[in-house]
């Protein structure tokens, strides 16, 4: 039975789809044995649910910060609003975790980390609403916060605008909604236990569930000529002086903007937010005045020219006017910590038509019943890498399955089960 083009829209409508996401393609690329234990198994570590999701929280309060409805608003009430939201969700974070382990309180040393999150936090956002956003948003206005998209993958190999999946998940989806819907179809797929038959002559007729592409953009903007730009906010340990090179080939990046002009909308590109897990802070004042100076001169410390300046200046003003500070303030000026980047990406249509065939493949990889699952070993992978254990267990031969089963529990992924986040989920 061929689905009609109006049938498979409507199964994306009821979210009957196989979804793949931008960490899903990650994944694959990265190594095919965690991808397969993660996302075609549904292996989750039992014991790495984090206290705090500080990405999520994050953008809870740029999304409150740059919601359309307010952008006129004053700025200063607004960003207030949004610290407040940020503690909020941290706030709900945190009475999750204390449900989800029975308890009546955290442990001692995971609210002081707890504490200290919430305070890199609200540093963060404030640093970002006094000094960044003033400077950098100019000439655009907010369109929407938190898009969701779902869109069929076009069939690079046939042409066909939708190609369609007839896995184990796919069927057991198909399954529940012929059960729940109460179709006669169901009656041809249960057995005389009431469970359903994975092989019977009705999954070979079956067309199966469409492909999909799925994410979550965090803003469209447009720009003062009227052109369309999606913005993504990333939270990161330290900001590399080559991402702006590597964002031409990123998925996310070509992904969602392919993704949005299929939907119709031609938005020129993609702009690349990224924050540190830092904020400039007043420098360190030594114990007792060393070389002349009252405040440290440690490269290490979370500083910057600006914050560094005001305060030597105005509390070692002596010191600062002989020059004593010059050559450290000259280190901050041109070698400091960089505490955000923005960077600009435009995609030109021959990009985008080149982005959709390489997702159609890969998704056609992904979707072969014959596919390959080997480990793809790297250093620094796999040092941070959830399934370590259970992946050098099946290399030596042990049971391995006993310690996916230990230390790992099957269940829906992420994105279903929890508030949508463009953070990177580590492991997965």
């Known amino acids: ?255 969602y903007v392919w993704a949005l002009r299929r939907l119709g909308l031609d938005v020129k590109g993609f702009i690349y937010h990224q924050q540190r897990k830092a904020f400039p802070q007043p420098p360190t004042r030594n114990a007792h005045r060393r070389l002349g100076r009252l405040f440290s001169v440690n490269q290490n410390q979370a500083t910057n020219y600006d914050e560094y300046l005001a305060t030597v200046s105005a509390e070692d003003k002596e010191a600062y006017e002989e020059g004593k500070y010059d050559e450290f303030l000259e280190f901050l000026k041109n070698e400091g910590i960089t505490f955000y980047a923005r960077h600009q990406i435009h995609k030109t249509h021959y990009e985008v038509d080149e982005i959709e065939r390489n997702i159609g493949y890969e998704a056609l990889d992904m979707l072969d019943p014959g596919l390959r699952v080997y480990p793809s070993s790297g250093r620094f992978s796999c040092g941070s890498c959830a399934f370590r254990q259970p992946c050098l267990g099946k290399n030596a031969g042990e049971d391995y399955l006993y310690t996916l089963n230990t230390m790992f529990e099957q269940r829906e992924h992420y994105y279903l089960r929890k508030r949508p986040s463009t953070e990177s989920k580590g492991g997965e």
Request: hydrophobic share 35%; aromatic share 14%; with cysteine.
């Open 1 to 255: 039975m061929t689905l009609t083009i109006d049938e498979a829209l409507g199964l994306i409508e009821l979210k009957l789809v196989h979804e793949i996401h931008t960490s899903e393609r990650k994944s694959f690329q990265g190594c095919r044995r965690r991808w397969d234990w993660l996302f075609r198994q549904n292996y989750y570590p039992k014991v790495t649910a984090k206290y705090f999701e500080f990405g999520t929280a994050f953008h809870a309060g740029m999304e409150k910060y740059y919601d359309p409805k307010t952008w006129k608003l004053d700025r200063k009430v607004i960003a207030n609003l949004a610290i407040l939201e940020f503690v909020h969700v941290c706030e709900e974070q945190k009475k999750d975790m204390i449900k989800l382990t029975q308890s009546m309180y955290l442990d001692y040393d995971v609210e002081e980390d707890y504490a200290e999150r919430v305070e890199l936090g609200k540093g963060m956002l404030n640093y970002f609403f006094d000094k960044v956003a003033p400077k950098e948003d100019h000439g655009w206005k907010p369109v929407k916060v938190e898009i969701a998209f779902m869109l069929p993958i076009p069939n690079p190999e046939t042409g066909e605008a939708v190609m369609f999946c007839k896995c184990k998940g796919c069927k057991e989806r198909w399954y529940t909604h012929l059960t729940k819907t109460e179709n006669p179809d169901a009656q041809k797929i249960i057995s005389t236990e009431g469970n359903m038959v994975e092989h019977c002559d009705y999954w070979g007729e079956w067309q199966g569930l469409p492909v999909v592409y799925a994410g979550r953009i965090d803003m469209l903007i447009q720009d003062e000529r009227g052109h369309y730009w999606i913005v993504d906010w990333k939270t990161a340990a330290q900001i590399r002086e080559d991402d702006d090179s590597f964002l031409y080939l990123d998925d996310q990046v070509g992904s």
